[in-house]
């Protein structure tokens, strides 16, 4: 005989994984900045590799290494999101990440990227600490 299937419907929520309405609110501001960051490097991407630059160009290294880990960023957002532990680290590790390829590619480092890269690491610290 077979046995029974399990039933359909999810368990309940734990409401110990739940995520704080601030935290809510910090994702989706991360997730949009992180998108505008994203869109803004495919921009710079194409602008530079329809002016014919060599892919050796720092500028246009840089622009790709923005993007790359634009991507990785919205992945560990999307981790974030589900309360996973990994979210917040692999959102921090491309953050850091991309703001490293800046500073070692001779690019400008601006607030914003300093500021986002700090935000990233405090993100990564307090999930740490209560998921």
């Known amino acids: 005989m077979a046995e029974p299937r399990p039933s359909a419907s999810s368990p309940a929520p734990d409401p110990s994984r739940r995520r704080p309405a601030v935290v809510t609110g910090?994702?989706?501001?991360?997730a949009v900045?992180?998108?505008a960051r994203s869109l803004i490097g495919v921009i710079d991407w194409v602008d530079r590799a329809r002016g014919g630059v060599d892919l050796a160009d720092p500028a246009l290294l840089s622009a790709i290494v923005t993007v790359l880990a634009g991507v990785v960023a919205?992945?560990?957002?999307?981790g974030?999101?589900?309360?996973?532990?990994?979210?917040?680290?692999?959102y921090a590790a491309a953050t850091v990440t991309s703001l490293l390829g800046a500073v070692f590619l001779h690019q400008?480092?601006?607030?914003?990227?300093?500021?986002?890269?700090?935000?990233?690491?405090?993100f990564w610290r307090y999930a740490e600490t209560t998921w």
């Not at 974030?80 to 692999?90: D, E, I, M, Q």
């Open 26 to 30: 910090l994702v989706v501001l991360l």
């Open 108 to 122: 400008a480092v601006t607030v914003p990227a300093v500021a986002g890269a700090v935000i990233a690491i405090g």
């Open 33 to 35: 900045y992180t998108s």
């Open 74 to 78: 919205l992945a560990g957002l999307l």
């Open 80 to 90: 974030a999101w589900s309360t996973r532990r990994w979210g917040p680290r692999l």
